[in-house]
């Protein structure tokens, strides 16, 4: 078996409640695991936990071999992060961006120059790489938000909704990307609301629902529990919204009330 890059022991987070409770994971090296749940289920607050980002929180978690607690710089320079939300320096092009990001990386001018234009040109941002990302449509700006949190070829990665705002071409690239960044002997660890991509790249599937986590295996495992056929049907079996037929029915007839 491959040795463990995350492993995470009764991890919990309160803020003025508890929104994470006892995360249990152990994650190979190797390995793409989807990480999904209803909004506000605390995915993003896992994965900001798990890359240094909130440094306070219960139990234990190991990324990489280092205690995320102790030694977050270490983590941190070794993982690759694409945030959900992220605060792009929208004053920068796509390029300076680039530039600002590998630098923290250590990069060298050189090597940021030519893979930053190579690696924007294959998403398609070949003639927007030196105008401000201002005027950027949400999809542009993702697109520069994965190559930045790539461009040093991190072992570990961590995509927090990584294909949000993408047109169908980049989501079939991003999947693309992903599985053979997998095949290379990357290991992956990404939440998404896109069922089918889960369901189709991710080695493990993790649901978790208000803080705790409910179902933790493959898709196959998964459909055997729930006999479901789709990870959409077993998402929503498990996490128990199974209302939304009359809640749609409900939401016209507000709208239409007098
Ligand atoms: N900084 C914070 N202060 C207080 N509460 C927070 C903070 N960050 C997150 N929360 C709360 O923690 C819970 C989990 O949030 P989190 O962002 O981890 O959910 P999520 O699963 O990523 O949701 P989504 O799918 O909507 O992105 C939510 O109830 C949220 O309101």
Redesign the pocket.
Known sequence: MNPAVIITQNLSKS??TK?LSDINLTIQAGEIVGYI??????????IKILTGIIPDFDGEATVLGFDIRKEPLEVKRRIGYIP?NAALYETLTPLEYLHFIGQLYKLERTEIEKKGKELLNLFELGNYMESRMTTFSKGMRQKVLLIAGMIHNPSLLFL??PLSGLDANAVILVKEILTQLKRSGKTIFY?S?IMDVVEKISDRIVIINK?EMIANGTFEELNSQAHRGSLEKIFTELTGNQQHVSAAGQFINILESK
């Open positions: 803020f003025k929104v749940g209803p909004n506000g289920a605390g995915k993003s607050t896992t959900e927090d909704e939440s609301h803080g």
